[in-house]
């Protein structure tokens, strides 16, 4: 299985489905069907072809299980808020999303450290964060309805999960407030091209000194642009080092969106 190609095409299924299913509680019912499916497809592959070795099952659990992880995830939460949200009193319905973004924010909030982990691209406790040999050696200190069974949970991708779905919730939250609306999806730019064409984007925006006179951090463009874009970067530290190590071609996105730009200049377009 070509986890990257599955994790592509679930993306795309999910924007079809925003896309042409504009209402929140009818689009997230199929998204979710969708990512616990595509969940157990995981899980089969998992249980009758295991992994090669530990850097292996690290990167799924760190990785690839995350995607339709987080989107279980999040989508699950965005049901429960437009379900419950009160249907008449805007200081009901204010004070039911202030409930929710004070949930979240909280569970954030407790779980700083270990998010600053991810962030700074840290991989020393690796094998004992996202293995499940290891994973009766901690205790999780968070439950959810979602929990996969021990065959296909380690003692921490869970929690990851939840706090980039968390993180993703609040921003939906902070659009409604600012739009007052509910149950449609906003127009939104969604990042199309690959993950390392946007670590790209990142580490150039950074070592040009574009972003604030150059006093930016990798962590915080790449976190800017994942929103903007609402793209899940995952670990760009590492992505960066891979761009690296091509033995050719290392800028091509950027170098191929010069030359299109060129290219569209030279036809006298506009």
């Known amino acids: 299985m070509n986890h990257s190609l599955t994790s592509s095409a679930l993306e795309t299924e999910i924007q079809e489905i925003e896309a042409q299913v504009p209402n929140v509680i009818e689009a997230a019912k199929k998204i979710t069907d969708l990512c616990r499916s595509r969940l157990w497809e995981l899980r ?3 249980v009758h072809k295991g992994f090669v070795d530990e850097a292996e099952e690290i990167h799924f659990f760190k990785h690839t299980k995350q995607v339709p ?11 429960d808020l437009e379900l419950k949200i009160p249907v008449c009193g805007k200081k009901a319905r ?15 909030s407790g779980h700083a450290q270990f998010w600053k982990y991810i962030q700074l691209g840290h991989t020393h406790w690796d094998p004992q964060y996202f293995t499940r040999k290891k994973k009766d050696s901690l205790k999780p200190a968070y439950a959810h309805h979602i929990a996969m069974d021990p065959i296909f949970t380690t003692s921490h991708d ?8 968390y993180r993703r919730a609040i921003g939906y939250l902070r659009d409604k407030r600012n739009t007052q609306g509910s149950g ?43 929103s903007a874009f609402h793209c899940e970067l995952g670990d760009c530290y590492r992505t960066y080092t891979e761009i690296c190590a091509r033995k050719k071609d290392r800028t091509r996105f950027l170098d191929g969106m010069a030359y299109t730009l060129k ?3 030279d036809k006298g377009n506009v």
């Open 158 to 165: 869970m929690l990851l999960g939840q706090l980039r779905a």
């Open 94 to 108: 204010r004070q039911w999303i202030k409930t929710k973004w004070k949930l979240w924010s909280t569970f954030l």
């Open 44 to 46: 089969d592959h998992v």
């Open 184 to 226: 449609t999806f906003r127009p939104r730019l969604q990042w199309s091209s690959t993950k390392a064409a946007l670590t790209e984007l990142v580490y150039a925006l950074h070592h040009t000194g574009a972003i604030n006179g150059g006093k930016a951090e990798v962590k915080e463009i790449a976190q800017t642009l994942s």
């Open 69 to 79: 992880l987080v989107h279980l995830i999040y989508y699950s939460e965005l049901l």
């Open 263 to 265: 290219a569209h200049m």
